[in-house]
């Protein structure tokens, strides 16, 4: 239904463009009526990956609530929904599946690699890497401190946050369980 308006704005793999651009996409995307966001902070990430012991059963769950929100929304609106498309993240299909609610359950979920080859996978991967900049840009500014995105250079910034904010502050901005994380000293 919004392809046009997907395309027009350029939407593509996420990953593929900069944060500059993607902040310049989500800012066109984000009024966009049908959109669903789950965001997990660090600490609560960290505490999912205590109870699941698995990544790939972290993002089923996350993903599975963000479907159920979605086919929730859709129908109280009398809008039909039978097919949601999602990146494969897991080399089990059956990862998502078992985490569905009743509603996800009635859908034909339809997931394979490279989803964003779908427009509208596509869009959705650029609205959560805007949200994941936008709350990066908020943490940022609460902390006064300049975070990485990403796996570089995150030792020495986590040991100058470290020294900076206390060693029991980390859990509250960095994903504790990751073994880059683990390396940081005081």
């Given at each position: 239904?919004n392809?046009?308006?997907?395309?027009?704005?350029?939407?593509?793999?996420?990953?593929?463009?900069?944060?500059?651009?993607?902040?310049?996409?989500?800012?066109?995307?984000?009024?966009?009526?049908?959109?669903?966001?789950?965001?997990?902070?660090?600490?609560?990430?960290?505490?999912?990956?205590k109870?699941?012991?698995?990544?790939?059963?972290?993002l089923?769950?996350?993903?599975?609530?963000v479907?159920?929100?979605?086919?929730?929304?859709?129908?109280?609106?009398?809008?039909?929904?039978?097919?949601?498309?999602?990146?494969?993240?897991?080399?089990?299909?059956?990862?998502?599946?078992?985490?569905?609610?009743?509603?996800?359950?009635?859908?034909?979920?339809?997931?394979?690699?490279?989803?964003?080859?779908?427009?509208?996978?596509?869009?959705?991967?650029?609205?959560?890497?805007?949200?994941?900049?936008?709350?990066?840009?908020?943490?940022?500014?609460?902390?006064?401190?300049?975070?990485?995105?990403?796996?570089?250079?995150?030792?020495?910034?986590?040991?100058?946050?470290?020294?900076k904010?206390?060693?029991?502050?980390?859990?509250?901005?960095?994903?504790?369980?990751?073994?880059?994380?683990?390396?940081?000293?005081?």
């Amino acid at each position: 239904e919004n392809v046009d308006i997907f395309e027009k704005i350029g939407v593509g793999d996420s990953k593929k463009f900069s944060d500059k651009k993607i902040i310049e996409m989500y800012e066109q995307l984000k009024d966009y009526e049908y959109y669903y966001v789950s965001i997990v902070m660090p600490v609560e990430y960290s505490d999912l990956q205590k109870e699941t012991g698995n990544v790939a059963i972290l993002l089923a769950r996350q993903h599975s609530k963000v479907i159920e929100m979605g086919l929730g929304d859709l129908k109280s609106k009398n809008i039909e929904c039978n097919t949601v498309v999602i990146d494969q993240f897991s080399n089990s299909k059956s990862r998502i599946l078992n985490e569905l609610g009743k509603m996800g359950q009635g859908a034909d979920i339809d997931q394979h690699h490279k989803g964003e080859s779908d427009i509208a996978v596509a869009a959705a991967s650029v609205l959560a890497r805007g949200v994941f900049l936008k709350e990066m840009e908020k943490m940022s500014k609460a902390y006064g401190f300049d975070f990485p995105k990403g796996a570089t250079h995150v030792i020495g910034k986590g040991n100058e946050f470290v020294k900076k904010y206390g060693m029991s502050e980390l859990k509250n901005v960095a994903k504790i369980s990751f073994k880059t994380t683990k390396a940081i000293k005081i």
